[in-house]
C-alpha cells in the first residue's frame, strides 16, 4: 500500500516557475508519474521517474521545461517546471506504479495503482 501526499501548486505568471512535490508513505520504492487534467480534457501523461535510478520519460511538449527528481531520503519526487504556458494550466497529480517498463507503459494511466489528492497549477497573467 502507497499513500502520496503533494503539495505546491498555485497560481504564476507565464514564463515563471513553480515545483510540485509528492511524498510517498507506506512502500516507498514504486516509479512516481506526474499526470495532469485540464477542465474537459483527459488526464495526461506528464513525466515519470524510476525510483532506484534516472530513468525517466517526459511528454514532448514539457520536455526542456520540466524537470522530474527525486530524493530517496525524503521519499519525494518533485517536478519542477519552468518557462510556464498558459497551457500548462491543470490539476496535477502525481501517481504510482508497480514497475517499469518502456514508455508507452509508462505514460498510461490505467498503469497506476496509487495517486495523490491533485494539485491546481494556473499560469494566467
Known amino acids: 500500500q502507497v499513500q502520496l501526499e503533494q503539495s505546491g501548486g498555485g497560481l504564476v505568471r507565464p514564463g515563471g516557475s513553480l515545483t510540485v512535490s509528492c511524498t510517498a508513505s507506506?512502500?516507498?520504492?514504486?516509479?512516481i508519474g506526474w499526470f495532469r487534467q485540464a477542465p474537459g480534457t483527459e488526464r495526461d501523461f506528464v513525466a515519470a521517474?524510476?525510483?532506484?535510478?534516472?530513468?525517466?520519460y517526459y511528454l514532448d511538449s514539457v520536455k526542456g521545461r520540466f524537470t522530474i527528481y527525486r530524493d530517496t531520503a525524503k521519499n519525494t519526487v518533485y517536478l519542477q517546471m519552468n518557462s510556464l504556458k498558459p497551457e500548462d494550466t491543470a490539476v496535477y497529480y502525481c501517481a504510482a506504479m508497480q514497475t517499469w517498463g518502456i514508455r508507452g507503459f509508462v505514460t498510461n494511466r490505467n498503469n497506476y495503482k496509487y495517486w495523490g489528492q491533485g494539485t491546481q497549477v494556473t499560469v494566467s497573467s
Open positions: 507506506g512502500r516507498t520504492s514504486y516509479p
Open positions: 521517474i524510476h525510483w532506484t535510478d534516472d530513468r525517466s
